[in-house]
């Protein structure tokens, strides 16, 4: 059974930085390609990054390159996302993804077959 539980969320200043971590069990996260998506309230949910199974290739949204940055631990079968410099805009529930259809781009929800509850993040002005 596939289970990903992610982790890390909380409350945040404007400009402050938070580590989310995904901690996966059933499946090995150097084997797919893993993503980070987030959904606000009245808001459709939005790819934020991802890191591709073969080499490691990451790829961001626009609102968060160059702040954000994805990464995996294989030993700990873990993916983590770094958020500094961040708005109140960056408020979210952020689930972390396993593919599982590599027909859909990497930045399409539906590529996505496994998915974690989530984890609250709110940033404060």
């Known amino acids: 059974q596939v289970q990903l539980v992610e982790s890390g969320g909380g409350l945040a200043q404007a400009g402050g930085s938070l580590r989310l971590s995904c901690a996966a069990s059933?499946?090995?996260?150097?084997?797919?390609?893993m993503g980070w998506f987030r959904q606000a309230p009245g808001k459709e949910r939005e790819f934020v990054a991802a890191?591709?199974?073969?080499?490691?290739?990451?790829n961001y949204a626009d609102s968060v390159k160059g702040r954000f940055t994805i990464s995996r631990d294989n030993a700990k079968n873990t993916v983590y996302l770094q958020m500094n410099s961040l708005t109140p805009e960056d408020t979210a529930v952020y689930h972390c993804?396993?593919?599982?259809?590599?027909?859909?781009?990497?930045?399409?929800?539906?590529?996505?077959?496994?998915w974690g509850q989530g984890t609250q993040v709110t940033v404060s002005s």
């Open positions: 993804a396993a593919d599982t259809n590599a027909r859909w781009g990497i930045s399409s929800a539906e590529r996505y077959g496994y």
């Open positions: 890191i591709t199974w073969s080499g490691g290739t990451t």
């Open positions: 059933g499946l090995t996260v150097s084997r797919y390609t």
